[in-house]
């Protein structure tokens, strides 16, 4: 009987191996230990992440209903203190690493030329409770973290992601974020500082954002609005602020667009722009596309159940969020390898269903394959 991997196993062939044992060694995150090893946690992390388990119990009892599958995609059972210990003191640098490194190798595929990117930039919070939360005290009451996340609207994956507090603002996160010159970034109000517009503008970044309902506009032109464009009430040019705030001159002393848009609610928004070229309907339309970042993050929190976490210590939220984003990863790319499976929300459900299944990832619908007996040769074929 000719052998048929796991749809995990066929998940994890995408996964650079020589790169993580690259990682394992750098970060020393296997010195001095004997029980569980960091490709064993990743197996396991990842294992609960594709199987939505919320909580150790739940994927130290998955891996143990499916022990005699775990030998071939190099993994192992574990008991629930040891991995809560992994995920405790293990270097969580590791998993962000590797995440980096496959979204650089995902980048290398697209090919685009330069100035055609367009990335979305935005946080979400995640609230935590219980102890070991003291590092992400919000108030006396409530603590929680953010994910700051820039995001490829072409390619439809994370590009980059970093773990803070929420205590502490978007603009401060964004200054350590890498900035591909050239590229568009979209992003909102969290994101409002002069100064960091203006290094984004120095590199040749094209920036769409929304001004803030006092700022003012010292206008020098009036662009024509086309007839079609029935929801763009005006078209300007012209001159930000000297000074953000009372002791804090403006460096960003470029003209600026601002395109006066009526959505469907009736709200209207004033979109900021520095690129003076391209047309009011193109900007309008850049904006809208931030949409797409509050879809991901939707779907992150409620397929990969990364509301519900393994461990409280920063270590651990860290950990189990840069293994969520690597599954996010690989199912988008398992997705686009095949053509049976459009949707992504319902890939991932089949995923689930079938992820410790010996089923090829591509023929996740319909039924099993069944043996035939060639009465010549009396062996058993798939078809």
């Known amino acids: 009987m000719r052998h048929q991997n796991s749809v995990l196993h066929d998940l994890l062939k995408q996964v650079p191996w020589g790169v993580f044992e690259q990682l394992v060694s750098e970060h020393e995150a296997d010195k001095h230990v004997r029980r569980l090893s ?3 946690q990743f197996i396991a992390l990842l294992y609960g992440q594709l199987s939505g388990a919320s909580s150790l119990r739940e994927i130290v009892g998955g891996l143990e ?4 599958r775990l030998y071939h995609v190099g993994g192992r059972t574990v008991s629930r203190s040891t991995l809560a210990d992994a995920n405790a003191v293990r270097p969580s640098a590791m998993f962000s690493d590797l995440f980096a490194a496959m979204v650089a190798q995902a980048q290398r595929g ?6 055609e990117a367009t990335y979305l930039i935005d946080s979400t919070g995640i609230r935590l409770s219980g102890l070991g939360s003291e590092w992400a005290h919000f108030s006396a009451k409530a603590c929680g973290a953010k994910a700051h996340v820039i995001y490829d609207a072409d390619a439809d994956r994370p590009i980059y992601a970093a773990v803070t507090a929420a205590k502490v603002n978007d603009i401060t996160a964004a200054q350590t974020m890498p900035i591909e010159a050239g590229a568009t970034y979209v992003f909102d109000l969290g994101y409002y500082d002069y100064g960091w517009w203006a290094k984004m503008d120095q590199a040749g970044c094209r920036i769409v954002t929304r001004f803030k309902s006092n700022t003012p506009l010292t206008v020098k032109a009036e662009m024509e609005v086309p007839k079609d464009a029935a929801n763009i009430l005006s078209d300007r040019i012209g001159l930000l602020p000297q000074r953000q705030a009372k002791n804090r001159k403006n460096p960003f002393r470029d003209p600026v667009r601002e395109v006066r848009v009526e959505i469907e609610t009736g709200k209207v928004l004033r979109i900021l722009c520095n690129d003076l070229d391209a ?6 339309d850049l904006y809208k596309r931030r949409w797409a970042i509050e879809l991901f993050f939707r779907w992150v929190k409620q397929t990969l159940k990364i509301r519900h976490f393994l461990g409280h210590s920063e270590n651990a939220v860290r950990i189990q969020i840069a293994v969520a984003l690597i599954a996010f990863l690989l199912l988008r790319m398992a997705q686009a390898a095949q053509k049976a499976v459009q949707s992504p929300l319902a890939f991932a459900r089949l995923v689930r269903a079938n992820l410790m299944h010996r089923r090829r990832i591509d023929r996740l619908i319909g039924d099993d394959p069944k043996p035939r ?10 078809v």
């Not at 007996?373 to 074929?381: E, F, G, K």
């Open 38 to 40: 960091s490709k064993s």
């Open 65 to 68: 209903s499916h022990a005699a």
């Open 110 to 115: 697209l090919r685009r030329a330069i100035g």
């Open 279 to 284: 047309s009011a309907q193109e900007i309008a």
């Open 373 to 382: 007996i060639d009465p010549n040769q009396m062996v058993l074929q798939w």
